[in-house]
């Protein structure tokens, strides 16, 4: 062998060695993954079953309802561990039919539990490591980034990142709380389990950068926001307008009502129940006036011993009607016959026009890589 050729074979051989010295450093840098108690544990499989099953599935598969994402998928949970997935737990995403079920931001959750739920689906997803992911920018063409969203991922995702079939990327705190990197990663290896392909056989590296780099324009100039919390009505506010006419609606399949119906009865000042069945996190953010949260996953038997009977009862959420659906079903079940679900569900009311009570925001600045740090010492 001529010297040049060992002396290449000794520099790539030192290479090698070095590229795989680092990436271990890389892995040992990571904070390690906090073990869950057996009682921890317990609580955290409990609200999973109380307040995501109906959307992401019994077996965490996705696309239940909602387009609601795999919360098993191994690439999500090896890239995206903790902040990817704690995020839209604790804050939902706005503007889609997932709230947050943080406390301290409307919903049912104390901080402690949306820790020990994120890292409850982390065990479950049975990976032992965690990609060596950084906060760095992912510098690209953005320009060709947008050629190629609109050539690979507008059927599923929208073209304006509003989702379709599959999250919404253009959302703005989901870009402001996953990284460059997050991107890049499910851009390459995809979702196993669900619709969404690895492009890293598909696309070259560049063209996975720059279509990150389109992905991450779409968030100059946002800010994320918190709600300004307002209590919430007593049940002695369970029926609008006590002394109006009761509605008289012709329910589509004996259970929907059309929006169109249900604002004529509201103009009118007809006596009705309204109930938001969403996370009461979205209820503070905006809902039809008037209308009382009653969420999912509420305890029926405890709620129902103030509802009226007598009084017809229209149930909404975003889904456009899953969840509606779920309670509805569970009044009926319990002898309420008078009650209806709202067809177009509160995003299909507002796209129409009707009009909604807004709660008042605190703007904020996106977590700084200093504060996501001190998370991860949780």
């Known amino acids: 062998m001529r010297q040049s050729s060992v002396w290449l074979l000794v520099i790539a051989t030192f290479s090698l060695s070095v590229s795989s010295l680092s990436l271990a450093a890389d892995h040992e840098r990571l904070p390690p993954v906090r073990k869950l108690t057996a009682e921890q544990s317990?609580?955290?499989?409990?609200?999973?079953?109380?307040?995501?099953?109906?959307?992401?599935?019994?077996?965490?598969?996705?696309?239940?309802?909602?387009?609601?994402?795999?919360?098993?998928?191994k690439e999500l949970f090896e890239s995206g561990i903790p902040h990817a997935v704690l995020r839209p737990i604790q804050y939902g995403r706005p503007g889609t039919a997932m709230g947050g079920y943080l406390d301290e931001a409307g919903g049912p959750m104390t901080l402690d539990e949306t820790w020990d739920l994120m890292?409850?689906?982390?065990?479950?997803?049975?990976?032992?490591q965690r990609a060596p992911l950084t906060t760095k920018p992912v510098e690209g063409d953005i320009a060709r980034g947008g050629e190629l969203y609109q050539q690979h991922c507008t059927d599923c995702h929208g073209k304006n990142g509003e989702g379709v079939?599959?999250?919404?990327?253009?959302?703005?705190?989901?870009?402001?709380?996953?990284?460059?990197?997050f991107i890049r990663y499910a851009i390459?290896?995809?979702?196993?389990?669900?619709?969404m392909l690895a492009f890293k056989d598909k696309l070259p590296a560049q063209d996975i950068d720059?279509?990150?780099?389109?992905?991450?324009?779409?968030?100059?100039?946002?800010?994320?926001?918190?709600?300004?919390?307002?209590?919430?009505?007593?049940?002695?506010?369970?029926?609008?307008?006590?002394?109006?006419?009761?509605?008289?609606?012709?329910?589509?399949?004996?259970l929907y009502v059309s929006s169109a119906d249900l604002a004529?009865?509201?103009?009118?000042?007809?006596?009705?129940?309204?109930?938001?069945?969403?996370?009461?996190?979205?209820w503070q953010t905006a809902h039809i006036?008037?209308?009382?949260?009653?969420?999912?996953?509420?305890?029926?038997?405890?709620?129902?011993?103030?509802?009226?009977?007598d009084v017809m009862i229209v149930a909404y959420c975003s889904c456009p009607r899953a969840a509606a659906d779920y309670v509805i079903e569970q009044l009926r079940d319990r002898g309420y016959q008078r009650t209806a679900v709202l067809y177009e569900g509160i995003f299909g009311w507002m796209h129409l026009g009707y009009p909604v009570v807004r709660g008042a925001v605190n703007s904020h600045a996106a977590a700084t890589k200093e504060g996501m740090e001190a998370d991860n010492t949780r």
Request: net charge negative.
């Open 188 to 195: 390459q290896h995809g979702r196993e389990g669900t619709p």
């Open 165 to 181: 079939n599959a999250p919404a990327l253009g959302n703005q705190t989901a870009l402001a709380h996953n990284s460059d990197e």
């Open 42 to 73: 317990k609580v955290a499989a409990a609200n999973y079953q109380k307040y995501c099953v109906l959307c992401h599935g019994e077996d965490r598969q996705g696309y239940v309802n909602d387009h609601a994402p795999s919360s098993r998928s």
């Open 289 to 309: 006036e008037g209308s009382f949260p009653m969420p999912y996953y509420s305890d029926f038997d405890e709620m129902t011993e103030a509802l009226p009977k």
């Open 210 to 254: 720059n279509l990150t780099a389109f992905l991450r324009s779409r968030a100059d100039g946002w800010q994320a926001t918190q709600p300004v919390l307002k209590p919430l009505p007593t049940p002695d506010q369970f029926v609008l307008n006590p002394e109006g006419q009761h509605p008289n609606f012709t329910l589509q399949d004996g």
């Open 119 to 128: 890292y409850w689906l982390y065990e479950q997803s049975g990976v032992k």
């Open 264 to 282: 004529k009865a509201l103009v009118a000042k007809q006596k009705i129940v309204l109930l938001d069945t969403r996370v009461t996190s979205v």
